[in-house]
């Protein structure tokens, strides 16, 4: 998988990865890897953090279980723990 660019690619992100965590895991945020790993949790930043941790800047996205609606998180929301 290739970081997405249009909503067509996100959207097909979200069927194959996200889509199967709705009943169980509504509204919480999930971080996908370009590899298909997935990462659940209640707080965006801690998400965030560990994604940038596990997976390495730019190699995955953000979204919200039940939300497809997307957007890009800066680097100043993301705090400055590292890993």
């Not at 889509?19 to 930043?45: C, I, N, T, Y």
Request: proline fraction near 2%; glycine fraction near 6%.
């Amino acid at each position: 998988m290739k970081l997405p660019t249009t909503n067509e690619e996100m959207e097909a992100i979200y069927d194959r990865y996200v889509r199967p965590l709705e009943q169980e895991h509504w509204s919480k945020f999930v971080a996908v890897s370009l590899d298909g790993r997935v990462l659940l949790g209640d707080d965006r930043e801690e998400v965030a953090n560990e994604a940038l941790c596990q997976f390495g800047s730019s190699n995955f996205v953000m979204m919200w279980v039940g939300l497809k609606a997307v957007g890009k998180i800066r680097e100043s929301v993301i705090s400055e723990q590292r890993c």
